[in-house]
Every structure is written in C-alpha cells, then in structure tokens.
C-alpha cells in the first residue's frame, strides 16, 4: 500500500509558476508508475501528467505539454509536478496518483490517491 501526500498549492497569477510536490511512502515507491490529476468545479477528474517506475517515460495531456513537466525520485520517493506559464484554466485540485500500472490518459484510474492540494491562477 503507498499513502500520498502533496504539497505545494496556492494562488498564482497567470503566466506564473508553481511545483507541487508528492511524498509517498513505503519502500517499495521505485515499483509504482505515478502521476497528477486535476479536478475542477463541476468537471470530472482528468489526467494530467504521468511518468513510469524509473522515470523513463513521461505522459502529458495535450491541455499542459510544454508547460508542466513530471519527475521523480526515487531515492527520496517524492514525485513532482513544475507548472509553467499557468493559465486561469488551470485552476483545479491537483491530485497526486499511484498504480502498479503505467499511468495515462488512457489506462484506469489509479489505485492510489493524495488529498488533491488546491491551484488557483489568476487572470
């Protein structure tokens, strides 16, 4: 079992940065795909940036690539979401992810979940 804790959220303006941060614990974090979703008012949960178990392989929805960028490491098993360039159609709870499997838009919903820290960018 992996438990997931973010951090990092707030209220930026737009064109802004923010990096969320993802502690997991367990010793087994190096074996886990992970990544970020987001959640807006009234909108369904959406993927938002996957990476695989070594890092090797990173997955973005077309709405954030070249402007939001995944990593891990494992060594301290903290995943990390850098959010460039924000735009106010970002704002949303940001959820941290965790699953066995590779995760992306396309595959299942992930087993594991953070507490979803809030974004808000401003126009």
């Known amino acids: 079992q992996v438990q997931l804790v973010e951090s990092g959220g707030g209220l930026v303006q737009a064109g802004g940065s923010l990096r969320l941060s993802c502690a997991a614990s367990?010793?087994?974090?190096?074996?886990?795909?992970m990544g970020w979703f987001r959640q807006a008012p009234g909108e369904e949960r959406e993927f938002v940036a996957g990476i695989s178990w070594s890092g090797g392989n990173t997955y973005y929805a077309d709405s954030v690539q070249g402007r939001f960028t995944i990593s891990r490491d494992n060594a301290k098993n903290m995943v990390y979401l850098q959010m460039n360039s924000l735009k106010p159609e970002d704002t949303a709870l940001y959820y941290c992810?965790?699953?066995?499997?590779?995760?992306?838009?396309?595959?299942?919903?992930?087993?594991?979940w953070g507490q979803g820290p809030q974004v808000t960018v401003s126009s």
């Open positions: 992810a965790a699953d066995r499997a590779i995760i992306h838009a396309t595959t299942r919903l992930p087993t594991y």
């Open positions: 367990g010793r087994t974090f190096s074996t886990y795909a």
